[in-house]
């Protein structure tokens, strides 16, 4: 099992930044990908920004320029950056994390961005 831990979320102003955090423990050998979603209310769940053991990132066409993933492998932790956010980025984001071929996901962290 993996478990995963989500930090800073929170409410901004359009125009500023966030960076969110996710922590893994537990079994985290054969992890392969690490990630973010998103949730809007109403909304299906979408791909954010992903990293893969190799390094690669991809990014969904609405962030990209704006956001940027990155891992510390060390700490078993993915960050993502968030910059001038947009009233349409307001959603529960999700950390996930692909171990072989399980997917594991955190418990949700609420970014609000509103003037």
């Known amino acids: 099992q993996v478990q995963l831990v989500e930090s800073g979320g929170g409410l901004v102003q359009p125009g500023e930044s966030l960076r969110l955090s996710c922590a893994a423990s537990?079994?985290?050998?054969?992890?392969?990908?690490m990630g973010w979603y998103r949730q809007a209310p109403g909304k299906q769940r979408e791909l954010v920004a992903v990293?893969?053991?190799?390094?690669?990132?991809n990014y969904a066409d609405s962030v990209k320029g704006r956001f940027t993933i990155s891992r510390d492998s060390a700490k078993n932790t993915v960050f993502l950056q968030m910059n001038s956010l947009k009233p349409e980025d307001t959603a529960v984001y999700f950390c996930?994390?692909?171990?072989?071929?399980?997917?594991?996901w955190g418990q949700g962290t609420q970014v609000t961005v509103t003037s």
């Open positions: 537990g079994s985290i050998s054969g992890i392969s990908r």
């Open positions: 996930n994390v692909r171990r072989w071929e399980y997917d594991y």
């Open positions: 990293i893969i053991s190799g390094g690669s990132t």
